[in-house]
Structures are given as C-alpha cells and as structure tokens.
C-alpha cells in the first residue's frame, strides 16, 4: 500500500499568490519596483550573454582516434569531404542516453514496486525488458564505438550535454516523493528524444555509407518506437485513472496522444 496521499489531490500548496491575498499584493508590488519595466531580458544583458558565449571554449572535444585501423577509416572519410568526429559524437551522445535510458527504467522498477497496482499501468516484466534494450544498445553503441577505433569511455561534448539534460530526468524519477504516475511523464521525455535521435543516427550512418551499422541502428530504433508507444499507452491509462475519465472511444490501445483540437 503506498502513501495514501496522492499528488492530485487537493492540500496545503501555499506557492500560489491566491493563498494569501494580502501578501500576494505587496509581493507584485515588491516583484514590480524590483524589476526593470521589460519583460524580457535586458538587451544589455542579452548582449553580455552573447558576448561571453562567442568566446567560450566547447564543453568538449572529440579524442583522435585510439587504433591505426581508426586512423585509417578517418583519413578516408575526410578524403571523401566528411567530417567523421561529427558522426563519433553521436556516437557519443546515443551512448550516454541509453546508459541514462537503462537507469531510468531501474529507477521505474522501483516507483513500480512501491506504486499501488492500476489498470493499464505497466508491469515488472515490461519494464525489465525495455531495460534491457536500453542496455543492448548501450552495448552495439559501445562495440559500433570500438569498431571504428573510438574510446567508448571518452566522453564526447554531446555526450556531455545530453547527460546534463537527461541528469533532470533522473533526478525526477529517482525523487522519493514522485510517483510511478510522475515517473512516467519524465520516461515519455526521454522516450521522445531517443525515437528522434536514433533515426538521426541511423540517417546519418547511411548517409556516410555505413550500411550494416544503419541497419542495426533501425532495429534498436524499432525498439524504441515499441517503448514510445508503450509509455504513451501506460501514461494515458494512468491520466483517465487519476482524472475519473473513460478510455478513448475507438482507442483501444491508448497508443497514440490526443490529437490536437482543430
Ligand atoms: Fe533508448
Ligand atoms: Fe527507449
């Protein structure tokens, strides 16, 4: 049995203005003789940041290749007019998310385990599965990575910043407090970018003439449309449970979002 306090009801949230109308006042008072009379930021403020961010390093660069056979693939990619450090940062990049990817689904297990069992949710074994993926493509990235002569354990500025943003996520799924329902909301996000990013690579694999390499970059992506769709169906489940509100008619699978309003 979990907390039986639940996110959606309604309790003590003070960090709205309306629960103290007399100190909301003087707050929008304070807030406006604080603040400059722009609701944008400064222009000279904008021109700083811009000013400083024209001369910043990178966060990063990529290490030249470990092995002669990576020299040599280089050397022939950069023949061919390709710049093949772009390609290894991708690399790179899809490395770091599935390793995030793979603690994000451990992290689920756990909101699962503690979460009081609904309709539609997810069960042990799905997540388990989609965990492993996650870690099966960490592995083709890692062994894509060697074969081309790359360090793995190198970490690539792409890698560097998609960790960054990913480190949000796992901060929000691992947080006590969130619920599976929660959790998911966060799984969604990573979910969309890795559908997004494998095409990516897999486009750009067979743009640069690795076709074996795309090929197995468009299973690992088959996969991750099957994890979208999944998330989507167990998220959605778990809205219509929380708000009181029937399956979609003609929507059997909750796979897809809403469609927009027209
Ligand atoms: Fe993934
Ligand atoms: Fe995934």
Redesign the pocket.
Known sequence: MSNPTKPTETGPNRTGIASSPIDGKAAVEGAQAGSPPAVFEPPALSAARARVASKAGPVGTIPPPLSVKGMAATAVQMIKGNKPTVFLDLLGERLAFERT?TRLYEALMVKLEAADPHPGGPAREDLER?RD??LEHFGLLKRTMESMGADPTAVTPSADVIAVAGSGLLQAVSDARVTLNEALKAILT??LV?NDSWLMLADVAERLGHDEMAGEFRRALA??ED?LARVRTWLNAAVEGEAGISARAGDGSGASPPSPSP
Request: aromatic fraction near 0%.
């Open positions: 990817g989609i993926e996650e990573a979910e890795d996969e991750e994890h």
